[in-house]
């Protein structure tokens, strides 16, 4: 992780780290989607691999 100046390097071969990450990982996530669905906020399923413009393109179309 890099911010700044200031760098951390973190080990991420013992697999307990992993699987403890990803664990609090899943737990954040869920509550967010619980939050947003109490609230009744729409949540776009968008990912890094492909092009965003094409993803809002094709969810935002779909939706009408």
């Avoid at 991420?12 to 899943?26: K, M, N």
């Avoid at 967010?32 to 094709?58: G, K, N, Y």
């Amino acid at each position: 992780m890099c911010e700044g100046d200031r760098q951390l390097d973190v080990d991420t071969s013992p697999r307990g780290l992993r699987d403890r990450y990803q664990s609090d990982f899943a737990q954040r996530r869920a509550a967010a989607r619980d939050l947003a669905r109490q609230r009744q906020i729409p949540v776009l399923p968008l990912d890094t691999a492909t092009d965003v413009s094409a993803q809002l393109r094709e969810l935002l179309g779909k939706r009408r």
